[in-house]
């Protein structure tokens, strides 16, 4: 890293080099058996440099060969973008805990466990069922240095698991499950467990819905689904600078449901998404993007933040060495009052809605979206009585979480990224075949 | 370090010695360049490369995997896979037997795409930006473009050692309009294998896409229904690929009696004139075309539905055995990083011999379903995107409308289709995504046909 950078400052004004390198260790089960154990080392450089006022940038998986990389970098820079930023000096980083050692600690043995103590559960309470899963742990360093004297190092360990389960019965199919993920290790399958069991039991009958607008609960697997995926690009300040956003003109004013706030909070401690500083090596902060329904921010990296007239959110992504791009790292929505089963409750009929299929093939910039029920059950009479099949739900978020009916006061992690309560929706279209 | 060539090599012995059943090696090389714009702007202009291997055992029917990119300490790595192989494993198993292979397949490209200036590639995306910017009511456009050239080696414990090379172009298109609060999008994706100039030629095509986009702004929402829906080539091929295509692949299937019995070899998928084909070495020269897969093992052109029975499905040499079928050669990783698992490569429904007007001719109410957003599958359920939709009324197309999800059960709407078209057409411009690895470079195609009774989400 350091050659790298040495060589690129002696033929450009500005260099930056980003490495990641990570080793995972996963077991993984198929059709309720121990299937593979699998290990993966890598490591990849990304060098962005700015030339005459252009960024160029190269990245490299493997034996980083520097004066190719360099060269590659000052070729790009000559068509690229014209550098508005300034990268950041030597910074101070707030204290985010992302790395517990336990993890690497943690035997194949015990994750081989985890894994069949997971099977074992779910086969035991529905015959027949067939379940594919896994376990991982393991280890990310990331290291970036500019030529401005900015140098950033931590490390980042983490640890999942998951199951999925498939009942066929004739043509019919049932699909549940279930992951958790941490920068600590996860010992405890009961948890999981416990939420696959309850989506076998809620799932046991069958439900037929009328074609109609009705109310609607998204579970927070649901929300973080449905509802939050188009909010992740309008919230995006690229789309924003360009005008696309539906929330372009609304910043201090109120665009959804006084009840809504939504905040980017990458200095949780032990979540995935955490960091100290960004990938372009700005301190990480918490940024609200939704305050009682007014828009409050939106997220920027270093370069659209010049662009636009701002400051960077600390929110610069690069996935594996491309250029840095704005992108939310953890998302937290905050709690409301209500129970999920006084949402039930409140419902003569209506859906419960887990998992939507196809919710984020619709016109996302609009927020429109439209998906079949993959996991969802029918309420009637404030009962769950079965689940549905061959239904479409459809609408659109910014008229939905305009006025909500009800945000839940359970809240859990969905994926690593975001930590949501159930939400409680009405009016939504409901069409169901049959 | 070593090369991949050296490293394969040394390899190659290695693993003869290995305690494994079976063991195998795969080393990669690749370089790529990239171009992205977003609006006016080039956002992003790139070049990278990559080196890497893996090494994969087999111990008693369980597999043990590692990928790394530094090539030293070659054996150690197939010891680790071989223990690991070996805490995994518990029964016994043979992989269905294949000739081992020497061979060196070259790129068969005149001109490798990454080789190309730079200067060359922005010229041709500056045009097609230009046209779409020409378009009054176009708010923002997004281009992005990709090419790669890659080496793979790979060596087994059977004495196989093969090296193919490949070349891939992508581009992809999207022309955005706004008016008011509305925002509409419309998407153009092509792509080659490794043939640049297949892409320079889309001008007319990219100012249909913009206008379209354009219009849809002032399109009515079709009303959420059961429709007699036509699809388009490509719009078909996704369907073929997402809804049917996934089925065929044996590893959903071999260790699951019960889908065994849904998919069992014989059985009634649709009507007599349905044939749907996976072929990777047939017709040859399209994105998911390849001599040997991931396994060494040769493709070959399967028959999955004949005459509209199922007659077919696509293995790695691992369900072949266990399902006592034939491997197909059908077993691909995206990278180095990756085990091969059971893929598609070029999936179409044969073409027969209706015109697309005799095809919408007795249509009264219907939906013309074109171009494609997405899609995806789950099992019997799929889900897929028109990019663009026109309502059909008494035989004609009519008023544009809204792009539409279709969804529904794969077995009957498989049962519904009605009508196929002569028009075959390969759309190159999709990457398919399974198990974490994506996109994988695949073709799909298909002529026009007719589906009766399609469900159709609206408002």
């Known amino acids: 890293m350091e050659e790298i950078l040495a060589r690129a400052k002696k033929s450009v004004q500005d260099a930056e080099v980003y490495q990641v390198s990570s080793e995972e260790t996963s077991v993984r089960f198929e059709a309720n058996k121990l299937k593979q154990l699998q290990t993966s080392q890598s490591t990849s450089v990304a060098l962005r440099v700015v030339k005459n006022g252009r960024t160029g940038y190269a990245t490299t998986t493997g034996t980083a060969d520097s004066a190719r990389m360099v060269n590659d970098a000052i070729e790009t820079a000559e068509f690229g973008q014209e550098a508005k930023f300034t990268l950041p000096g030597k910074e101070q980083y707030p204290r985010v805990d992302i790395y ?106 069958q439900a037929k819905v009328t074609t109609r607008k009705m109310p609607v609960v998204f579970t927070p697997d649901g ?47 032990y979540r995935p998404g955490s960091r100290p500083c960004d990938d372009e090596g700005v301190p990480s902060q918490r940024t609200p993007l939704i305050e009682k329904g007014i828009v409050k921010n939106f997220l920027y990296d ?38 999920f089963d006084a949402m039930i409750k409140d419902i003569k009929e209506g859906l419960v809605v887990e998992q939507l299929m196809g919710a984020e093939q619709g016109n996302i910039l609009g927020g429109d979206f439209s998906g079949n029920v993959l996991l969802g059950y029918k309420i009637e009479n404030g009962k769950l009585v079965g689940r549905v099949k061959d239904t479409i739900v459809s609408g659109n978020v910014y008229k939905i979480l305009k006025e909500i009916a009800a945000i839940g006061s359970e809240t859990r992690w969905v994926s690593g990224f975001c930590q949501t309560p159930p939400f409680y929706c009405k009016g939504l279209s409901v069409s169901s075949k049959g | 370090m070593p090369d991949i060539d050296s490293a394969a090599k040394e390899l190659s012995s290695e693993l003869t010695k290995s305690k494994a059943d079976y063991s195998e090696a795969r080393f990669e090389e690749n370089q790529t360049s990239q171009i992205a714009y977003r609006g006016k702007v080039l956002e992003s202009i790139g070049r990278s490369s990559a080196s890497g291997g893996n090494v994969r055992a087999l111990v008693k029917g369980g597999w043990g995997f590692t990928s790394f990119n530094e090539l030293d300490k070659l054996p150690a790595r197939v010891a680790t896979a071989v223990e690991q192989a070996k805490a995994t494993g518990s029964g016994k198993f043979k992989l269905a037997a294949v000739e081992p292979v020497k061979d060196n397949v070259p790129s068969g490209i005149g001109t490798d795409p990454v080789t190309i200036p730079l200067v060359e590639k922005k010229k041709l995306l500056d045009e097609y930006n230009e046209i779409i910017w020409c378009i ?7 281009i992005g473009y990709g090419d790669s050239r ?55 095509q990219v100012k249909v896409m913009a ?25 078909a091929g996704v369907f073929v690929h997402e809804a049917f295509g996934h089925l065929s692949e044996s590893d959903f299937v071999y260790e699951n009696e019960k889908l065994r019995e849904l998919m069992k070899l014989g059985k009634q998928f649709g009507v007599e004139d349905l044939n749907i084909i996976d072929s990777a070495s047939d017709p040859p020269g399209l994105r998911g075309s390849f001599k040997y897969d991931d396994e060494g093992v040769r493709a070959v052109k399967t028959y999955l539905i004949r005459e509209g029975k199922l007659v077919g499905r696509l293995h790695s040499r691992e369900t072949a055995a266990k399902m006592k079928e034939k491997p197909t050669g059908n077993a691909r990783a995206m990278n180095y990083r990756f085990p091969p698992i059971v ?61 539409i999800m279709l969804t529904g059960n794969v077995f009957e709407t498989l049962m519904s289709i009605d009508a196929i078209g002569s028009d075959l057409d390969m759309n190159e411009g999709g990457g398919c995504g399974k198990g974490g690895q994506m996109p994988l470079p695949v073709s799909n195609g298909s002529p026009h046909i007719r589906i009766r009774k399609c469900q159709v989400g609206g408002k």
């Open chain 2, 211 to 235: 206008q379209n986009a354009v219009n849809l702004l002032e399109a009515p929402q079709a009303k959420a229904g059961e429709y007699t829906v036509v699809l388009d080539p490509i719009l």
């Open chain 1, 100 to 205: 517990d050692p336990a993890v690497e600690k943690v035997t194949i043995k015990e994750m081989v466990g985890l894994g069949e103590k997971m099977v074992a559960a779910v086969t035991k309470s529905t015959p027949g069922i067939m379940c594919e899963g896994g376990v991982s742990r393991g280890m990310i360093t990331v290291r970036l240095m500019n030529s401005r004297g900015g140098f950033a190092e931590f490390k980042k360990s983490f640890f999942s698991m998951g199951i999925e389960g498939t009942v066929v019965t004739g043509s019919d199919m049932l699909f549940v499950g279930e992951s958790d993920s941490s920068c600590r290790p996860l010992t405890d399958a009961k948890k999981i467990i416990d939420t696959v069991l309850l989506q076998l039991e809620r799932a046991k009958n």
């Open chain 2, 150 to 204: 890659k080496k793979v080696v790979f060596v087994n414990s059977e004495g196989s050692f093969i090296t193919q090379e490949r070349a891939d172009v992508t581009i992809r298109l999207t022309a955005i309009a706004a008016k008011d609060s509305e925002v509409q999008q419309v998407g153009l994706s092509m792509g080659s294998r490794g043939d640049f100039k297949a892409i320079t030629k889309l001008h007319k």
């Open chain 1, 223 to 269: 929300v973080a689904g449905a509802l939050i995926l188009p909010l992740l690009s309008a919230f995006n300040g690229k789309t924003v600078l360009e005008g696309a956003s539906p929330l372009a003109q609304k910043l201090g004013q109120k665009a959804f449901d006084v009840n809504f706030s939504l905040v980017d909070d990458p200095t949780v401690d």
């Open chain 2, 343 to 403: 893929r598609m490569t070029n999936t179409y429904i044969e073409p027969r011999k209706m015109s697309f007007n005799d095809i919408i001719a007795d249509i009264k109410e219907g939906i013309y379903a074109k171009n494609w957003y997405g899609g995806t599958t789950a099992m019997e359920m799929f889900t897929f995107s028109a990019g663009e939709a026109y309502m059909i009324r008494n035989g004609k197309i009519a008023e544009a409308v809204r792009p």
């Open chain 2, 136 to 142: 009054p009511g176009i708010k923002t456009s997004n």
């Open chain 1, 302 to 339: 270093l370069q659209t933040a010049a662009l636009a007239g701002k400051k960077s959110t600390g929110s610069g992504n690069r996935g594996r060495g491309t250029l840095p791009s704005p992108a939310a790292s953890a998302l937290v929505i905050t709690p409301g009052k209500t129970t």
